[in-house]
């Protein structure tokens, strides 16, 4: 399918307004979190949105947002939920910037949504992120009864390098004897550091996400260049994947990280482990943030709701 064309008139609008400068840390965050928003539809609607307060093992405070879809209301029985990570490539982005995406997401699945404001590097560097969300993974199931959750229904989810920290969370849930996390919901999750695959090869420029970007990102994640080569740094690299949760996996068709997702898919399958992947046409990476940019975006929240409500049980 051809690039989106919507999409396309904004790449090329992007192209030529491109600066050559570049930019310190918070600048680059603040102008990301704006562009961000800027692409975004209208607010999506939820029964209601809580903020929790917890400690991360080292003691440093943790806020999780959780997402109360309105499907709950018509519930008795504890609900299932998604501790969800989001993308920005373990630097960049915030649960502020993912309030949109995530009512949606809420709403899109029948799940309760907690989204995790982990640390961000270079200030906390691997594996601190994914402490975080781990940390909070373990907190959801923990007081899964004081949030009115069903702990046999708690899954994880995220996008981008937030898909890297959940697949990467089922990967220590399970070599720690951790939760019994029920599904993963990984949405073009970057799950290899080696960045030399065909799809790096096909869209490594010119598509939103490039090579150089995530050469950027992966620098400022890891202490050290051999970091890359630990499953939880790279999933795709783990030894064995099995005794996993099941998976829906979602690309980007053009995405340099499709490759790998495909490639994790097929791993997951082979390991025993169910795996659903499922190809966004036509679209680039960070299509979770472009529903105000193309309505075509809206097709992520669409699969993603469907899958989930299956592995999940939920009807509707």
Not at 209 to 219: I, N
Not at 260 to 273: F, H, I, K
């Amino acid at each position: 399918m051809p690039l989106d064309s919507k999409i396309q008139h904004w790449l090329e609008q992007a192209a030529a307004g491109e600066a050559g400068a570049p930019m310190d840390m918070a600048r680059l965050r603040a102008d990301t979190d704006a562009g961000l928003r800027q692409q975004h539809g209208p607010l999506a609607r939820v029964a209601r949105v809580e903020v929790f307060q917890l400690r991360a093992r080292d003691g440093h405070p943790l806020r999780v947002i959780g997402y109360w879809p309105e499907a709950c209301a018509a519930r008795d029985a504890a609900q299932p939920a998604l501790v969800f990570a989001h993308g920005g490539g373990w630097c960049l982005g915030s649960a502020e910037v993912y309030d949109n995406p995530c009512r949606a997401l809420a709403q899109a699945t029948g799940c309760v949504v907690l989204s995790v404001d982990y640390r961000l590097a270079p200030e906390h560097r691997y594996p601190v992120p994914l402490h975080d969300v781990y940390d909070a993974l373990c907190w959801a199931f923990e007081n899964a009864q004081a949030l009115g959750l069903d702990p046999k229904r708690l899954g994880v989810a995220g996008d981008s390098a937030g898909g890297n920290l959940a697949a990467a969370a089922c990967l220590l849930a399970r070599d720690l004897a951790g939760p019994a996390i029920a599904h993963q919901l990984l949405i073009y999750p970057a799950l290899s550091h080696q960045m030399d695959s065909a799809s790096y090869q096909a869209y490594g420029d010119g598509y939103y996400l490039t090579r150089e970007l995530m050469r950027f990102c992966f620098d400022t994640y890891l202490a050290a260049a051999e970091e890359g080569g630990s499953p939880y740094v790279s999933p795709l690299l783990a030894t064995s994947l099995a005794g996993l949760p099941s998976a829906t996996i979602l690309t980007a068709e053009f995405d340099p990280l499709r490759s790998e997702a495909e490639d994790y898919a097929a791993r997951l399958n082979a390991a025993g482990v169910k795996a659903t992947l499922r190809q966004l046409d036509g679209m680039v990476h960070g299509c979770i943030h472009m529903l105000g940019l193309t309505p075509a975006a809206g097709a992520l929240f669409d699969i993603a709701g469907g899958q989930l409500r299956k592995a999940l049980g939920l009807s509707g």
